[in-house]
């Protein structure tokens, strides 16, 4: 069985079953033996694979943590894809749930873990069907029956963070809790618990086979592997594509078909992320490095091309509208700020806002910032602060002379349908 070479590698064509997914990937190291799992931890190390999920934490470590934390570890598959514009979870427990259930399996191996729970947004019906079908074909591996085990989340924000997945799993609701202590030094039933993005874990599953130094044949010396990006907003061909890390944005952009009208800005990492200027977009690269010192964060791979004639104003109210409407009630900075900055957008892009509506928004940003236990005010705090630099000629127009013409372009940025929207947390 030799190496795939090159790209895609997590969006192969899909095998029809787990006969075939063998066939073409060979099987999975046993590592009975403790320096076995021992060596595996040091070579998922050393080859630089990054948590996918948002956070960016090299996997390596955190499986040593848990490996080293305790009897009866448990480990975590996140496919709970709580960032309305990311598919790309969705995508791969669709079309590659063995390599998922793989990633999942050797991570269980690595730390000594027998229970797998496979986390997946309550509304993802066709990952659930495949994942489902693929479990059943596995049935055999498991340690003993129900062992792995499937949880569907309520399809909120903050629902797939990772404190509030293993509250759900204790039989809480979906909320995020504070930490410390965290997931792998205390979780599941107390015990020491790995949680990792579904994409992670199908980056684990080839590693596992291939190693380090294939991982690394692709992608930049600092941050080695394929990255997958949902690229949607002016694309000709809108989706869930697979890059080396380290790919120019003008690249992403053409990959999804290229601009179907005049681009003004790129939103990257989700709604955690950062509005970008096209002059500064195209200056820069899916990477977490280069992203960071550009004061923006690759998140989980979201890239929204955002049409020069929309009204970046607007698109930011709405988004942090939702955002605000998602939190889970706990923090007090979190449920009235959220909601004060939402009001304050709302009514700039509205064109109702009295004079020093912005400054009085850049002051509450500052005010929310490193606030509440899941950081969910960081995510707008980076989300409209981004756009305050981006559209700043936009929002004092707005505040002056009230709302732009641009306001009434169809919405850019996806959002969950407010009339079947999940509102529960269990
Ligand atoms: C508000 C919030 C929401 C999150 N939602 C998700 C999610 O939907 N899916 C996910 O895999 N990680 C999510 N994360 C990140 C998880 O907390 C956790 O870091 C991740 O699942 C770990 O996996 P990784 O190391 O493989 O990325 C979220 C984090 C925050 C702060
Ligand atoms: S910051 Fe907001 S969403 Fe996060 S736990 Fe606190 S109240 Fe909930």
Redesign the pocket.
Known sequence: MSAPAGLPRLLAPSPANHREHVARYGSLPGLRKRAERAEFVAMVERSGLR?????G?P?GR?LRAVADGGRHPVVVA?G????PASRK?HVLLRYSPHLVIDGAAVAARAVGAEEIHFVVDRRDAEGLAALDAALRERAPEMPSPGAWRVDVVPNR??????SAVVNFLNGGEAK?VTVPPRPYERGVRGRATL????E?LANLALIARYGPEWFGAVGTTDEPGSVLTTTVGAVARPGVFEFALGTPFTEVIEGAGGPTEPLGALLVGGY?GTWLDLPTAERLVLAHGVLHRAGATLG?GVVVAVPALCCGVTETARVARYLASESAGQCGPCVYGLDAIASALEALAAGRAPNGTIATVERWLGDVAGRGA???PD?VVGFVRSSLAVFADDYVLHERKGPCAAVTHAPVLPLPDPATRDRSWR
């Not at 924000?157 to 990772?162: I, K, N, P, S």
């Not at 949680?195 to 579904?198: A, C, L």
């Open positions: 948590g996918r999920g948002g956070g934490f996997t955190k996140n709970a894809e709580g960032e979870d924000y903050v629902a797939g963070e990772e995020p949680v990792q993005n579904v992670t955690f989980c899941c950081h969910l995510a």
